[in-house]
T-cell receptor, first 116, second 108 residues
């Protein structure tokens, strides 16, 4: 049973370019979460999605960032016109359901974005 | 709002016991998680507490006091491979709020 998959593992972009990060949840999981981890910082929640729906995007910057989780295919976090401050590790996690007791989130290996 | 505090770093020797504390103030509470994260890798689940008391799982135990907004992770019989960052996270309804993590260095 494959775990959460993310690609690419490493991504280098120049300022002003677009970055697309992909996340395939574990089999049977329909809930996806994106987190950002800056150097020396904790994981910061960005957005929570179910298939075709954004449930909570309270942690996502209002500009340049967007996320989707289509009916078919992986979840995508898109960062437009990247700036150096976007350099970070972006982790995706998935869970079988959203709320409820003991609903563990399983994390993917992350995508390390470097903006030159 | 959410605020989670844990020590930045701790050191211990192989074979010893170490306790990593976590205090939190949150607007909603549906459980507290501990994750382990090695450098450059994904966080991996260690434990979950939603009721007061101690949960034991092998060499690792986690304690929760909801009235005090306090948890700790206890690691026994430390091994070199336990050197990692330990993340305390509180769940609201469905999202997790993480502390900055405690970097544990285990020395021979």
């Amino acid at each position: 049973n494959a775990g959460v998959m993310q690609n690419p593992r490493h991504l280098v972009r120049r300022r002003g370019q677009e970055a697309r990060l992909r996340c395939s949840p574990m089999k049977g999981h329909s809930h996806v979460y994106w987190y950002r981890q800056l150097p020396e910082e904790g994981l910061k929640f960005m957005v929570y999605l179910q298939k075709e729906n954004i449930i909570d995007e309270s942690g996502m910057p209002k500009e340049r960032f967007s996320a989707e989780f289509p009916k078919e295919g992986p979840s995508i976090l898109r960062i437009q016109q990247v700036v150096r401050g976007d350099s970070a590790a972006y982790f995706c996690a998935s869970s079988p359901t959203g709320g409820g007791i003991n609903n563990e989130q399983f994390f993917g290996p992350g995508t390390r974005l470097t903006v030159l | 709002g959410q605020n989670i505090d844990q020590p930045t770093e701790m050191t211990a020797t192989e074979g010893a016991i170490v306790q990593i504390n976590c205090t939190y103030q949150t607007s909603g509470f549906n459980g507290l998680f501990w994750y382990q994260q090695h450098a450059g890798e994904a966080p991996t689940f260690l434990s979950y507490n939603v009721l007061d008391g101690l949960e034991e799982k092998g060499r690792f135990s986690s304690f929760l006091s909801r009235s005090k907004g306090y948890s700790y992770l206890l690691l026994k019989e430390l091994q070199m491979k336990d050197s990692a960052s330990y993340l305390c996270a509180v769940r609201g309804y469905s999202t997790l709020t993480f502390g900055k993590g405690t970097m544990l260095l285990v020395s021979p």
